[in-house]
């Protein structure tokens, strides 16, 4: 019974702890008399709205040590995607799973998930492995690829 509820608690926990950090370390609205007479000279362009498209599955990975799993860590990702992709996502989503797995496979087995495997630098590299490896599937679809959960189960 403990091995079910674990990695549901840490799951939970996860993602109560990251919305939690989320509000709580968000920018501050910008003040619009602070911005002095600079702000009618700099044109913003509005980025298009972004679509967000959730994996239907769970990615699962084992991690190796010498030919044995020692743990599994399982992720949910989403794409941010251009508006009205979503069909296009789903269509390709046997090669996107394919070739996301390859770069998880590989992160794994270089030692990505071992130790503090959320440090921000080792998180940023993964995450920029799986946005490449999505833009070469749909390069004028993929914006970016989202880590909605992790946990690594430990054997």
Known sequence: MLRIALP?????????GGAAAGLFLRPAAPDPAAEGEAAPD???????????????????????KDGQVVSIVVLSLGLEVEPGSENTVYS????????????????????????EFTDAANMMVVRTALREAAESVLPEVVRDVLINDITRQDG
């Open 92 to 115: 390709h989503e046997p090669k996107l799973r394919d070739v996301l797995l390859q770069v998880l496979f590989s992160h794994a087995n270089n030692g990505g998930f071992e130790g």
């Open 42 to 64: 700099v044109a913003e362009t509005p980025e298009e709205p972004a679509e967000y498209v959730r994996m239907t599955n769970q990615f699962i990975v084992p991690v190796l």
């Open 8 to 16: 549901i608690l840490l799951a939970v926990i996860g993602v109560a």
